[in-house]
């Protein structure tokens, strides 16, 4: 019952703001008054929700459903993410990022990002990406996409992006990015943007707030062998 409230939610069929009625719920899904009480506690815990004396149950306004391979909110309201620049600058380069850019350079660019919904930061990003990139990001004013932004300074436009979502709990520096408590739950998005060939052009670490955020993918068709 709980997974599928959550689900509810994070599918826009349980709308920013919506009451929940207690009453509702138990006819609706057949479920005892305690099950249900149980399962709004545990999903007002992780932030789905929001329990109000003398209102209800609502469903938290703030939450985003971003698109898993780019930083777009597919949420009903489909609110636009800003984006804030903390730090740009030339940093050494890594075995890592060597091997994860498939470059011998000593040195990389390094962008640290916050992303906003409805003001509250839910995301930060560390990207890094060739040191001959010279744009200066703190002049940058448009959409958030990696497609918008890449087009001014990659040489080639992003034709793949190979992502890895994992999930952990915020260390020190995070939590204070995000306005959270350390030790909160957040998602932990590895991507590797790369252009048509194959050639890496940027790897990002994000990590969100889980309980602001969720990842949506459009279909997929399922090709069934005998």
Known sequence: ??????????????????????DALVSELGASRGTVRAALRSLAEDGLLVRR???????????????ISDTVDKS?????????ILDQRTVATTEFLRSCLATEDESVRLLDILFRRHGEVIGVRTAYFSAEVTFDFDAYTGPVTMGSVSSLHFSAPIAIVVTEV??????????????????????????VFSDADGRPL????????????????????VTMQD
Do not use: K, N
Not at 53 to 67: C, D, F, Q, S
Not at 76 to 84: A, V
């Open 166 to 191: 994992t999930a952990a709990a915020a260390d020190a520096r995070t939590s204070e990015q995000l306005g959270i408590a350390e030790g909160s739950p957040v998602l932990c998005r590895t991507q």
């Open 53 to 67: 004396p003398r209102v209800g149950t609502i469903v938290h306004p703030r939450h985003a459903r971003l698109e």
């Open 76 to 84: 009903w309201q489909d609110p636009e993410i800003s984006l804030q």
């Open 1 to 22: 019952m709980r997974d599928m409230i959550a689900a509810s939610i994070r599918a826009g069929h349980l709308p920013e703001s919506a009451q929940l009625a207690e």
């Open 202 to 221: 940027q790897v990002s670490f994000d990590h969100y707030r889980a309980d602001r955020t969720s990842f949506v993918t459009d279909p997929l068709a």
